[in-house]
């Protein structure tokens, strides 16, 4: 009898133990539950979408919008191929550009009717506005060119290119040549380089251009006219400039395109955007952008503009 009483109280010890251990561990349990998920719940709000958190890229194809541009003619190939170019890589968005001049494109700024004013010139005084910020994109340079064998003439200032181009100097002796006729070689009308050209020597101012003069459409035709006359002069783009024409120095600064960028070289100018921050839009800043790249720059070289960076 002893026997069995002292394995029942053994057994009944064994029972309350186990229950106190099962007991423990069930509120172990519940009291971690909650925990785990409070730092499972921490981790997932520290992963933000990576989609959220990716600024715009020109070329994702993922911008929209119209952008409308106005202003300067001078730059309307390379803006044109540059909205090309944009609009390829971005379907969703459609750029809107009227050639209407610089003063223009800068009004239209100034009044806030478009999202970006081009220009083909400094901004004067009264057109820089509290808040309007500009970008140049591409410089343009003019070489004045005579033939080689014209060996007396080796600068010109823009007062003489005006009266050359003009027809009131007509021998090359009026400018420190030899005593022989000046064969004036300009471009077509629907120039952008002539209209430059005519803009920075004040030819308006002058009269205009002489009835005398030849007219070659492109660079190219230019400078085969003048390596063909040993009388001629022409203008050209930079890039324009070889061994078979020689390139005169405009009031003693050559056309170089470091001289252009700086200014110092008279008969270059800068090809720049206005806006302000409110009115651009979101494409509007990423064409912004895009027109700094290097396939946007190689453009400006195409059509004979000096790049930002070169």
Known sequence: MKIRKYISAALCTAMVLGLAACTSSGETAKETQPQTQAVTESVKDTQAPSNDTQAPDSASGDISGTIVITGSTSVEKILNDMKDEFQAMNPDVDIQYTGSGSSAGIKDTMNKVNNIGASSRELKDEEMVDGMKT????????????????????????????????????????????????????????????????????????????????????????????????????????????????????????????????????????????????????????????????????????????TVTE
């Open 135 to 306: 970008e140049v994109f591409a410089y343009d340079g003019i070489a004045v060119i005579v033939n080689p064998a014209n060996e007396a003439v080796k600068d010109i200032t823009p007062e003489q290119l005006a009266d050359i181009y003009s027809g009131k100097v007509t021998n090359w002796k009026e400018v420190g040549g030899d005593d022989a006729e000046i064969f004036v070689v300009s471009r077509e009308a629907s120039s952008g380089t002539r209209s430059a050209f005519e803009e920075l020597i004040g030819l308006e101012d002058a009269g205009g251009l002489t009835a005398n003069a030849a007219t070659s459409e492109g660079n190219g035709p230019v400078q085969a006219a003048v390596a063909e006359n040993e009388n001629a002069i022409g203008y050209v783009s930079f890039s324009f400039i070889d061994d078979t024409v020689k390139p005169l120095t405009v009031s003693g600064v050559e056309p170089t395109a470091e001289n252009a960028k700086s200014g110092t070289y008279t008969l270059s100018r800068p090809f720049l955007f206005c806006y302000f921050e409110d009115t651009v839009t979101d494409a509007g800043k990423a064409f912004l952008d895009f027109a700094l790249t290097q396939e946007a720059q190689e453009i400006v070289t195409t059509h004979g503009g000096i």
